[in-house]
Each structure stands twice: as C-alpha cells, then as structure tokens.
C-alpha cells in the first residue's frame, strides 16, 4: 500500500523536528515523490550522509511502501 504524503512528512519530523519539509507525489499514483528537505541537522554532513538520514528516519519503507522518493536536502542559509 502506497505512502500519503503527510505520512512521509510526519516521519522525517519525528527524526529531524526542526525540518522543514515540502512532498510533491510526482505522477499522482502515490508512489513517486520528491522531498525537499531543510534541516540544521544536515550541516557539516556529506549529501550522502543527509540522504541516510532521511532514509533512516523512513524506518525502512523506502523501495516497500515507498517506490520512489526523490531527495533535495540541504541546511537553513547562515543569518
């Protein structure tokens, strides 16, 4: 059974509470997204380490309930 949205949103704020968090379903089937992901938590890691993270905090439904989540994370701007 596919993801919702809000479901994928709620578990990356579980594990990153300061995230902000912006899911677009990319063919409106329920199974392919786009996260755009803006956590402190990501700062001084490697991309691959963010995207680890994120996948982590997706308690492993990602290529289950979740076929395809395409990841763009990065850290807020330094004020």
Known sequence: MPMNPSEIEGM???AMPDAEVRIE???GDGDHY?????SEAFRGKT???QHQMVYQAL???MGNE???LALQTSTPPEA
């Not at 786009?34 to 803006?38: K, L, S």
Request: hydrophobic residues 45%.
């Open 12 to 14: 990356i704020k579980t």
């Open 25 to 27: 379903d990319l063919r």
């Open 34 to 38: 786009a996260a755009y992901i803006v």
């Open 47 to 49: 991309r691959v380490q």
């Open 59 to 61: 308690q492993g439904r």
């Open 66 to 68: 979740l076929h395809a």
